[in-house]
């Protein structure tokens, strides 16, 4: 019986690859440096953050979280997101965001679409709400499975109460903790291979077609 719903956010809810790229391109920047040392284990996730944020704050010295919010406001979700969440609530399912991606983003879309949980990552802010500098790591890059677990022992829903659903390499720890492991439009063979089910897409709403093997509650 399927209980919880757990979604990636970048590529998966919103319809851009990375809610950190976006800052960046707003910026006409990027942290391909950063990226590289990250990928290659010299730095870890909190370390990457505060490479990112060392990038955003060249252009706007006073960076702070409200301008963080306008700049992805205009970040779109993706097609068919608000059908899935809404008919995974008719069926009386929780959902949950667990993304690498930028917190500020994750609550904005677990507001407009309704999503019960909203884990990603954020900054360390000043009282007037400009960045320190500093990162908050809720979501490893690399730790998804294991934040999943923790959210299966808060919710008391069991693996095989669960499904996933994401994009990339870095959601197969999400598919590993759950009964079905959907791949939305996945962006490398990682994701395809260890997914239980592949939606090429474009519509996400085409997933509760597959969230339907389970038994109704």
């Not at 019986?1 to 800052?23: E, H, I, N």
């Not at 590993?176 to 090429?200: I, K, L, N, T, Y």
């Amino acid at each position: 019986m399927l209980k919880l719903v757990v979604l990636d956010m970048d590529g998966t809810l919103v319809d851009v690859t990375s809610s950190w790229v976006a800052v960046h391109n707003h910026f006409g920047a990027n942290n391909a440096d950063g990226l590289r040392r990250f990928l290659a284990g010299e730095i870890d996730d909190e370390e990457f953050i505060r490479t990112d944020v060392v990038i955003w704050r060249r252009h706007a010295p006073e960076l702070s979280v409200f301008d963080l919010e306008r700049i992805l406001a205009g970040v779109p979700t993706m097609p068919g997101a608000r059908t899935l969440v809404d008919g995974l609530r008719r069926r009386g399912v929780r959902t949950a965001i667990v993304s690498g991606g930028i917190d500020l983003l994750a609550r904005r879309i677990a507001r407009e679409l309704g999503i019960d949980l909203a884990l990603a990552n954020g900054f360390r802010v000043r009282s007037d709400g400009r960045l320190t500098g500093e990162g908050i790591v809720r979501v490893p890059i690399r730790g998804k499975e294991g934040v999943l677990e923790g959210l299966q022992a808060q919710l008391g829903v069991r693996p095989d109460e669960t499904a996933s659903v994401g994009n990339s390499e870095w959601d197969v720890g999400l598919f590993r903790r759950s009964q079905v492991g959907v791949a939305f439009r996945p962006e490398d063979d990682v994701v395809r291979r260890e997914a239980h089910a592949v939606v090429a897409g474009p519509d996400l709403a085409g997933v509760l077609d597959v969230l339907d093997r389970f038994p109704a509650r």
